[in-house]
């Protein structure tokens, strides 16, 4: 291992390396080694960030001296770690969402600055982050580095990436919850005292079943009613089309993860899942806020999204749940496993509201509202669902 450095003299005897990406702070002691000389501004500077890495990229903006890569065989990546990377072969993506969310296009050289971050993607990719710095993939637009190790058979594959070393400063290796804005708070909710803004939480059978959309119109319903919305989401991997998308339909203040210091939370423990949820609710009840409406990523059955919805935590939190449906058997399935966690679920939406067969079959079985997505957005709509 080599530690990229800026003193100049003896190094000190142990180099102590922080990952703060959540309650739980994981510190290793790794041996100090010959110094190496500090990563050029101008070529810092050149680098194409992610939106995953924003916050770490403000810093670089303000001021981009001080920073050196840490690399060799024995350095060990962790989620939210920040890496430094060069794209050796292009795939399925093409283009990196930049910290403002602008679309850049990549060129097989181009470096760029993205982050570690397992990712679940039924629809593109199933990826983990490896025990050392060898080649990996650009796994999703947002930025994020991670070893590919399944795909939909629909999809290209990963663009290939080489790391060439994690970034780091004078106090270690650069993570995205050391750079955060907010930390997480406590890990779990108890029953709410008093009044506050009634929290929907949406749901869905997969990734693409209509969630964010779902989530927008209702945002928009709710403000055309004359309501404060607050919107959020709580889990997934680091994008910024959602929280923008949620801004544009109203929203008065928007929070997801990457805000915690997150790229992805994928293979997070449960806790920090639980944590995640309640800091997004807590933080997006403000005063004037009537209504906090919050995604969950994925499906009812992805690992993570199965042991939150189960768990006291959530139904402390959420008071409604519209779930999202790609389907008629997945809008049936879904709600016995929302029934039987004890979820009071308003309405079922989502993809399905776009077949009139589908949205049919649902309501011949179901004995909950049926409701096209676009009609969420209607002021009397939205106020009878909820």
């Known amino acids: 291992m080599s530690v990229a450095t ?4 003896p190094p000190a005897a142990t180099a102590v390396r922080v990952h703060v990406a959540g309650p739980a702070i994981d510190t290793t002691t790794e041996p100090e080694t010959r110094p190496r000389p500090e990563l050029s501004p101008a070529r810092l500077c050149r680098a194409k960030k992610a939106y995953t890495t924003r916050s770490v990229a403000a810093r670089i903006d303000a001021d981009p001296t001080g920073y050196t890569l840490l690399d060799g065989p024995d350095v060990t990546p ?8 060069r794209i050796e072969r ?6 990196l969402e930049s910290p403002v969310s602008r679309r850049q296009l990549l060129y097989v050289g181009d470096e760029i600055l993205v982050a570690y971050g397992h990712r679940y993607a039924p629809d593109q990719f199933e990826a983990e982050v490896p ?16 070893l590919a190790t399944s795909k939909h058979a629909k999809v290209s594959d990963a663009t290939a990436i080489q790391p060439l070393g994690l970034l780091a400063d004078d106090h270690g290796v650069v993570t995205l919850g050391r750079f955060a804005e907010r930390r997480l708070g406590g890990q779990a909710l108890g029953p709410r005292m008093g009044p506050g803004p009634m929290v929907v939480a949406v749901l869905g059978t997969s990734m693409n079943s209509g969630k964010s959309t ?55 423990a449960p806790a920090q899942v639980r944590a995640l949820l309640a800091s997004v609710v807590t933080e997006l009840s403000t005063p004037n806020a009537d209504v906090v409406v919050v995604e969950v990523a994925d499906g009812l059955y992805q690992d993570e999204t199965a042991q939150l919805l189960t768990h006291p935590t959530f139904r402390s939190v959420v008071d409604r749940v519209v779930f ?9 399935g879904g709600m016995d496993v929302l029934t039987r966690a004890g979820l009071q679920v308003a309405a079922v939406s ?24 676009s009609d969420l957005a209607e002021p009397d709509v939205v106020r009878t669902v909820l």
């Open 324 to 332: 999202a449906a790609d389907g008629a058997a997945g809008a049936v």
């Open 350 to 373: 989502g993809v399905l509201t776009s077949a009139p067969l589908a949205m049919r079959e649902a309501r011949s079985m179901l004995d909950v509202p049926v409701v096209e997505t």
């Open 6 to 9: 800026d003193q100049i003299g």
């Open 214 to 268: 779902t989530v927008s119109s209702l945002i928009r319903g709710l403000v055309l009613s004359g309501l404060t919305v607050s919107a959020g989401k709580v889990t997934g991997t680091g994008a910024g089309g959602d929280p923008h998308g949620f801004a544009d339909a109203g929203a008065s203040q928007v929070l997801d993860f990457t805000d915690f210091g997150f790229a992805s939370t994928f293979r997070l």
């Open 78 to 85: 962790n989620p939210g770690d920040v890496v430094l990377a």
């Open 131 to 146: 025990g050392d710095l060898r080649p990996v993939n650009l796994v999703a637009a947002g930025g994020l580095a991670a």
């Open 90 to 95: 292009l795939g399925m993506h093409t283009r």
